[in-house]
């Protein structure tokens, strides 16, 4: 997840920014004036992905802490409830009565609300939302992905700045599409002409 999170963070810098310099670019601005559009553009990207997902996955884990209290309260007043309901979520799962009741006892006198937490509510400690971890992920994909547009403006002459800006984001739009698709277990190269087509709708 984490590793799609980065990609389509990578991959909305290099849309975003390339758009953003090729706008500029088309409206005659100088080489100058081009750059500090997608530096710009660069900065406040990473700052309102950053923010975005710190909210976004701040509010989930409030969600998850509050869940996790509401469990801690029903262990305490209903503790052999929780029991037979652990108990048939292994049922559920497919293990025998039999089994599950023996298994649900050893875990909770393991760790009770850990049990609940990953077999009941899904929570567990690598799944676990982390706002600040998932802020700057956020905000350090889209930076490196905005970097590479920006990078090819910087180099790029003036008068072919828009055909290599252009040309250079599809083919890394095109490379992280397949990377997320690789990621999201989908096929790589539909992922890969998925994000080039629309990309390419957007510039023209």
Not at 101 to 116: C, N, S, T, W
Not at 143 to 167: C, E, K, N, Q, W
Not at 173 to 187: D, E, I, M, R, T
Request: one cysteine or more; proline letters at 2%.
């Amino acid at each position: 997840m984490a590793t799609r999170r980065a990609v389509l963070g990578a991959n909305d810098g290099i849309l975003s920014t390339s758009s953003l310099v090729l706008g500029v670019a088309a409206a005659h601005g100088t080489h100058r004036n081009v750059l500090v559009a997608g530096v710009a553009g660069l900065v406040a990207g990473a700052m309102s992905m950053a923010a975005g997902e710190y909210v976004s996955v701040h509010s989930q884990a409030d969600t998850e802490h509050a869940d996790l209290d509401i469990e801690r309260a029903e262990l305490k007043t209903d503790n052999k409830g929780e029991h037979k309901e652990l108990a048939a979520i292994y049922v559920d799962r497919g293990l025998d009565p039999s089994l599950a009741k023996p298994v649900a006892e050893q875990l909770m006198r393991h760790d009770a609300i850990g049990a609940h937490a990953r077999d009941e509510l899904g929570i567990s400690e690598t799944l676990r939302a982390r706002p600040v971890q998932a802020a700057l992920t956020s905000a350090c994909s889209f930076a490196v992905g905005a970097g590479l547009p920006l990078l090819v403006t910087a180099l790029a002459p003036s008068a072919g700045l828009i055909l290599l800006v252009s040309g250079t984001s599809l083919v890394f739009l095109a490379f992280l599409g397949g990377l997320a698709a690789h990621a999201g277990g989908a096929g790589v190269t539909i992922g890969a002409i998925r994000v080039t087509f629309w990309a390419h709708s957007r510039w023209q």
